[in-house]
């Protein structure tokens, strides 16, 4: 476009000055060995031009014509090279489609019409060739050949990477991923691998300095790094919480700043202040966390915030979480078991009932156990809550890849993924009962027909004076009383017993010293 321009610029210059030398006529004369030439000045002007142009047109032809063999050959060469980017570019669609003979073919095709020094996209297709052909082999020394190439140093890394991960060889996969993350931190499966590598040896700035230059590059969202600065940093202050306590405390106390609701980086840090004696600052730590997510172990920390208090005061403050957290299970749970350590049965009680109407679960109906066994002793009550419990959904817990862990972690014990354990229900549990009639408070208990003996043979002598009075029957004394009239057989052979009920698999069963009190039926003689 813009030598369009200047083209019609020029020949718009040269029409300007052709028309002013015609307005201005004139005479150009000319003395050459002894000859005079007289022209016009237009005639003169039109031939300097023509001159010019002659020159120029005769410039070109002959610099045409000294560049015309390597005109020539860059024409073939570039014809080449099409049909090279034509096969390379085949090639890596079949790659793509896994087809890996059509693969190899233009892989081929493609490295006979250009040179793989000068396309690097070559040796990826080789290797991808290989792969496909299932020669691992020869795809591992692809990459490895890769490495010495700085435009291709990244793309071997990962190819290195991935066999690897391929073989189950982690040691190897982080190396790969380590020396990746170091020249480029923006690669997300480097920086993953070198995250989970870093925060398997401990090593937690050096996991800290990785997830923020992962933020820096704006790798992962603000969020999501924060949430992993706290994580990291609860690791860290968890770690140093004997050997260093004011470098805990630093870390606890950011990580808290990090993500206030994220209850083990509250416990920690109230941990280590309540060590300081600053339990009031602890104290509103713990109570913000609580606000955000009810946790037990915040509750268990801020009822022992002081050591020496009595167990009136442990209520006190079991209480006053409940009033900012109404009406959740986990704060009825907390004040029922700080009632239960102050001997305050019925407040346990109640509270514990309401956590179970609120959230049904196996600590739930432990809790209520213990409050019985500690009150009655009744251990008929209390095998039947522990039934009860057996059949509940458990408590929720740490869980992370199957696995169900008591206290927190940073990474997973199974695939040393970082922040993979969440508080919640496990749900290993398989065969989970539905909930049934038996747990309504007036839900009338099935009766069980006892099997019938077969009466024995034996003849049994009776008083005939006593029988003569007071006949018996099936259905009864003719008074209307059950009580039967003591027998005297002497050469009478014992009884046998009833044969025992069969009991289901979740009875608890009676205590046989009380089945003899509390039944209201007594033998009977037909």
Do not use: C
């Amino acid at each position: 476009m813009i030598r369009i321009l200047l083209f019609l610029a020029v020949v718009f210059a040269l029409g300007l000055g052709f028309a002013w030398l015609a307005d201005r006529p004139g005479e150009m004369v000319v003395t050459f060995s002894g000859y005079q030439y007289q022209v016009s000045l237009m005639v003169a002007a039109v031939a300097v031009v023509a001159v010019v142009a002659a020159m120029m047109i005769v410039w070109w032809l002959l610099k045409a014509l000294w560049n015309s063999p390597y005109t020539i050959s860059r024409y073939f060469r570039v014809r080449r090279r099409d049909r090279g980017y034509q096969a390379l570019s085949t090639g890596m669609i079949a790659a793509g489609a896994g087809d890996g003979a059509l693969a190899r073919k233009k892989t081929k095709e493609a490295a006979k019409l250009i040179r793989s020094d000068q396309e690097p996209l070559i040796q990826l297709l080789e290797a991808q060739a290989s792969l496909l052909e299932g020669d691992h082999e020869g795809a591992r020394e692809k990459f490895e050949t890769m490495l010495d190439d700085p435009e291709m140093r990244l793309l071997g890394l990962r190819g290195l990477y991935l066999e690897a991960e391929r073989l189950g060889d982690r040691n190897a996969a982080r190396h790969y991923a380590g020396r990746a993350a170091v020249m480029a931190p923006q690669l997300a499966w480097a920086a993953e691998s070198t995250l989970e590598d870093l925060t398997g040896r401990g090593d937690w700035d050096g996991a800290l300095k990785l997830v923020d230059a992962q933020k820096s590059t704006r790798q992962i969202e603000r969020d999501a790094a924060n949430r992993r600065r706290a994580v990291l940093l609860t690791a860290k202050a968890q770690s140093l919480i004997d050997s260093d306590p004011n470098a805990a405390k630093t870390a606890a106390l950011e990580a808290n700043r990090l993500r206030p609701d994220f209850a083990p980086a509250a416990v920690v840090a109230a941990k280590l202040l309540f060590r300081q004696n600053e339990v009031r600052k602890g104290a509103k730590i713990l109570e913000a966390a609580w606000k955000a997510e009810p946790h037990p172990e915040i509750a268990e920390l801020y009822t022992h915030a002081r050591p020496g208090d009595a167990v009136l005061d442990r209520l006190n403050r079991a209480k006053k979480l409940q009033e900012m957290k109404k009406n959740h299970a986990e704060s009825s749970l907390a004040v029922a078991r700080a009632a239960l350590d102050a001997q305050d049965f019925s407040t346990a009680r109640k509270e514990a009932e309401a956590a179970i109407r609120m959230d049904r679960r196996e600590g739930a109906y432990l809790l209520l156990a213990d409050i019985e066994e500690a009150e009655t002793g009744d251990q008929g009550k209390v095998r039947q809550l522990l039934s009860k419990a057996v059949r509940a959904p458990r408590d929720p817990a740490w869980v992370a890849d199957g696995v169900v862990s008591e206290r927190w972690a940073p990474v997973s014990p199974i695939t040393g993924k970082l922040d993979a354990f969440e508080w919640r229900a496990p749900m290993e549990r398989l065969g989970q009962l539905i909930d049934s009639d038996e747990d309504a408070p007036d839900a009338a208990v099935p009766t069980i027909a006892a099997p019938i003996k077969p009466a024995k043979e034996n003849v049994i002598e009776l008083n005939p004076a006593v029988s003569s009075e007071k006949p018996t029957t099936a259905t009864g004394s003719e008074s209307g009383e059950d009580d039967v009239t003591p027998v005297s057989a002497p050469d009478a052979e014992a009884v046998e017993p009833a044969e025992e009920l069969a009991r289901l698999p979740d009875d608890p069963g009676v205590d046989p010293d009380d089945e003899d009190q509390k039944s209201p039926r007594k033998f009977r003689l037909f």
